[in-house]
């Protein structure tokens, strides 16, 4: 239905956004704050899918792509960081539909190890980015990022934040906009980049990337706001909402198509007024990007290029205070749950004094009394590959106390090649990997991973066994155990392969408490040759 108010978050508005235009496939791994874009595109009737891990996922939106399909594909700001293989090539060949990815980034760190700032993939990969500021924009735009697809065969960045994913704002729907027929042509120079080919693609790209700065200089997705000469203010995303609340007196120039930027707009508008501010969430990206060109603009100061934007904070830059920010209230530290099925081996490090190397997922938790057993978390799957490394360098009497710890959803994303690793260099000490595998994506909502054997929407499908993954890499001693049932048998077994010389995997695997209860309806109802998606909410 056309015209409909609703009231979304922007993660919902992009899903609603995405069935509203015929998206045809939504692809991506689950990551905080963008994974409930896929699971409500899947609740609205879209074809979503949980990949291995964000290049994958990508991967498999640009192939749909290349068949004239609209293509989705979502993921956290670190996800891009693992996609960013395809994502740069994907930009020279071009798409024959429409490809949109969204990046949420996590200004903050809510709940990520970094607070990256995406936009400069925009730029280094030199694909247009549209950046939204509430909900209502969030549908509108992913809209409008299919369109440009379209007509410049590229992909577009949809960057996201955590504040504009997770708030709900009113949403009036649009009409529909069907997609047309997928179809193949081949079209071998644009597609297969070998040097021959890829050298006229990066100049078909430039050239494209100056036809859409013509496009950014006209495109109503740049609006300016008020009519005020004293004080005008340049923001995107959701520093736009936050200044418009602090200054409401003030010019604005929304920026929603920031890259390529519309200099000659931002040129004009600043000199349209007195005083002209940037206001933006994270790096000085904007600014610096305006002030190369000669304008003049003043920024934030430095302090606050850390963490979220607020009210509070934005008229704190309008002002030019720069005195100690109030510290936030204390919270209540996060926690492993009472019953985690995680606490007994993690008990177990801490007992071993084991030097473990950690991974994403919620065992990180275990690095916090009372545990505190865990010495290194840098990114997805980098457990292992880290913890070889200090097996190889370590004196032997600490080589051998050091363990990787990697989650099941985390192992399937980028542990297995930190397995295939182990077995084509190991240490001279041998190596121990513990697989924590709760049977869930814990720590991002509990959702499905291939090693489940469940899609997206719990239905069955084929199943990663991790045990006869390691074996057939050669690894004999490959051990699947319950360590909250039997702690001392845990304990003995892992001790003896840390003062062995041997490569050893230890699957240490018992449902998250919070997910036994679905996994079991999910499987009575497979059973019963039933569909899940009346126990999937």
Known sequence: MSHTRMLLSGDEAVAQAAIDCGVALGTGYPGTPSTEILEHFAALGGKAQWSPNEKVALEVGVGAAFGKARALVTMKHVGLNVAADPLFTAAYTGVSGALVIVSADDPGMASSQNEQDNRHYAVAAGIPMLEPANSQDAY?????????????HTPVLLRMTTRVCHSKTVVTRGPAVPAPPTAFERDIQSRVMIP??????????????????????KTDLN???????????????????????VAPQARF????????????????????VKRCVVIEEGDPWLVEAIRAEGIAVEGKPEMYRFGELDVARVRRILAGDTSPEPAPPRGKPPALCQACPHRTAFTVFAKLDCIVAGDIGCYTLGVLPPFQAMDTCVCMGASITAGLGLRHVLPEKDARRVVSVIGDSTFVHSGITGLVEMVYNPPKTGHVVVIL?????????LQEHPGTGRTLTHQPTGKISFEDLARSMGIRNVHVLDPARDAEGFEKLLAQYLASN???V?????????????????EQAAARGQSCEQCSG
Not at 208 to 213: I, S, V
Request: glycine fraction near 6%.
């Open 502 to 504: 041997e490569l050893a």
């Open 140 to 152: 509108d735009f992913l809209i409008r990022a299919v369109q440009i697809s379209e007509r410049w």
């Open 223 to 245: 609006t300016v706001v008020g009519e005020s000469t004293e004080l005008g203010i340049i923001a995107n995303g959701v520093a736009y909402m936050h200044a418009r609340e």
């Open 506 to 522: 230890l699957i240490a695997r018992r449902p998250c408490l919070l997910a036994a209860g679905k996994i079991k309806e999910y």
């Open 196 to 217: 021959a080919y890829a050298r006229p693609a990066h100049r078909r790209l430039r050239a494209k990337l100056a036809e859409l700065a013509q496009e950014s200089e």
């Open 437 to 445: 595998d709760n049977g869930t994506t814990a720590m991002t909502g």
């Open 253 to 272: 120039l929304k920026l929603g198509m920031s890259y390529p930027l519309p200099m000659q707009k931002i040129r004009e508008f600043a000199a349209s």
